[in-house]
């Protein structure tokens, strides 16, 4: 059993295992953008995660003993062979001086400086970044903390819904498509608006919203593409716009009332042409089906009649209050023009957790890259009233910088002694 | 003013495309004459070709009434811009001429892709959707054109180390390269160059998910940009892993920094021209 847990933890801990649990991820990730289905849904793929996690986890916890050892108490040489050799010099001159002159060297440029005595000198080790070495490992923590916000993700909800001027839905009547949620208010539909800027650029879509219980208002804000409105963990997204006329359509004085869709365009040139590109529309319980256009920002609507027999449809304009009859016996009204403001709602408890993940991850990457620990150890050997001080510098990954520092640090030593 | 500023993009364009064409030659020619002359020549069309890139976006900056990074067009062009101007610090920084034979091909061959295969529609200045108006997605195309651009110089620089490497088998790689620094150098180099693109790629990817997350409420919904774009996080990621923890240097480094631009490219060409998904316009 002990061996199984070994072979478990071995498994685990291993950066092979990392490396080619990463080299999974990405060859799935990468046919997945060419296939047409949905991989990153599949329990493959979440079990590819899931082992990542794993991994991540389990090596985090077997280094960390390691890590701290090596910050707080690292290892003084206690013979020349385990002194630095790749960035390697050595320097003579009486016991004392040299140790004086190098620990004051060393500490007056930032190192943090040890010694221990040997069977017949002493031996250092001095280390500057020395908090460089957690940069690798915050990093590790950091996917685990977006692997966790991403999981909490899934106790979320989302949906959405699609809504007229002044319309009051109660946010449990709202249809989810992921997650189930109740909650005991309204959302009413203040205004809708398109916005335009000066220029004819489209600014943004606005819809204002008010969360109502009882009828009494608890929060009341704006909603627009790119800033969302925010109540009690809930999150409206502006999603979808679309103008709508009222129309009265009269027929041997029936009168019948009907919400056209309307599609809308600001070159008056191409109202034929944008019309034949929508779909019809048809009169609830009527031999009637309308297109409907909005010119815009200006409030005249062309809408298109087609009457089953009556052969090419026959198109008018109007603005609101205006009426034209149709196939001489169709009276069409427009009363007014309204809007529809589709809102998605989101919740997704896990989000500031990945944002958390996102900026420890940063932080790992600048402290690994940009504070890099530097350490000097060396051993010192008497021969007679002098000796020879044997030191090197750990070389890194960036040796000739690593070797500039060391020079300086050798060229300071030669000078004062 | 606005129809100047539109001939000046227009002219612009094929100005620095010139410009970026002859300091490419110049640098090839340098290489193989070792004149001297050559290499300043090659920097000054750089420098031209880098100014007339500068004004192309300056204009377009103007006419549109916001920085250009909204469409495929415009990231190319600061795409372009960020690479030489990554390029000639490094240049001036680390006397490396020799590196811009290998960079300015990437800038020119850009600037070539827009002239052929871009129509007039893609080149104007068009007002952008709601979606794309964010501070977010200005910080998530800044930092994609530094980190792009910083990946481009590294690719050139594992060229040039390849290159240098294998002087010893051919007499005639090693007369070209014999003025370039020592493998040493051009390693930790392109090292150096790798972290500062990486740090900024991570902030490609943190930004993007962060707009994602205001403009449709998902920070992530693996889009076969943003996959292809952790794909790319994910080679990078294991070419310093590799490099940390067992010394992966030389060769390998270079042939996987290679392979880590490869990524670069297919995500932002492969994906907009291969895969549709969300980055439609970029």
Known sequence: MKKTNQTFWHFFTSMKTGIIILGLIVLVAGLGTFISLDVYSSVCFKLLLGILCINIIACSISRFKGLRKRIHHPPIPRNINAVPHKICSSITGTNDDLFCNLEKNLRSRGYRFTSAETDDGWAFVAQKYRFGYWGAYIVHIAFVIIIIGAMMGTLGFSGGFMALKGEVISFNQIPLNKGSATKDYEIKINSIEDRYLANGERDNWYTNISILREGKELARGNTSVNHPFSYDGVKYYQSRYADYALIVIEKNNIKQEELVMLGQTSNEKEISNELSHRFKQRVDKSDLYVKGLKLQNRPIVYLQIFVTDKGEPSVVNLTPGQNRLVFDEYKITLLELTNATGLEIKSDPGVPIVWLGSGTLLLGLIISFYWRPLLVSGIFTPQDRSGTLLMGMYAGKTIKQNEAEFNGILKELQRIN | ?282
Not at chain 2, 204 to 217: D, F, K, P, Q, R
């Open chain 2, 1 to 282: 003013m606005n129809q100047t500023l539109h001939i000046l993009t227009s002219a612009g364009l094929y100005i620095t495309l010139f410009a970026y064409f002859i300091a490419m030659v110049f640098y090839w020619f340098q290489l193989i004459t070792k004149n001297k002359l050559n290499g300043q020549l090659a920097t000054a069309f750089t420098v031209i070709g880098w100014v007339g890139n500068t004004i192309i976006l300056v204009a377009r900056t103007i006419l549109a009434h916001r920085l250009p990074l909204a469409n495929g067009y415009e990231f190319i062009l600061t795409f372009c811009w960020g690479t030489v101007l990554i390029y000639l610090f490094i240049q001036l920084h680390y006397r490396l001429k020799e590196l811009g034979a290998f960079v300015m091909p990437i800038p020119f061959l850009l600037l070539s892709f827009v002239v052929i295969t871009m129509g007039s529609n893609e080149m104007i200045v068009q007002a952008i959707p709601p979606a794309l108006k964010s501070n977010w997605l200005t910080l998530h195309v800044l930092t994609a054109i530094f980190s792009y651009g910083a990946f481009a110089v590294s690719f050139g620089l594992a060229v040039l180390y390849l290159f240098k490497a294998h002087s010893g088998t051919s007499s005639v790689i090693k007369a070209f390269v014999s003025r370039v620094p020592d493998i040493d150098i051009l390693d930790e180099l392109s090292y150096k160059i790798i972290l500062f693109a990486f740090s900024f790629l991570t902030l490609v990817i943190i930004t993007g998910a962060i707009w994602a997350e205001y403009a449709w409420g998902t920070y992530w919904s693996w889009d076969p940009k943003e996959t292809w774009s952790l794909i790319t996080w994910i080679i990078y990621a294991v070419y310093l892993h590799a490099r940390l923890m067992h010394d992966w240097k030389g060769k390998r480094a270079a042939w996987l920094a290679i392979i880590g631009f490869a990524a670069v490219l297919f995500t932002f060409f492969g994906v907009n021209y291969f895969l549709p998904g969300l980055h439609s316009y970029a």
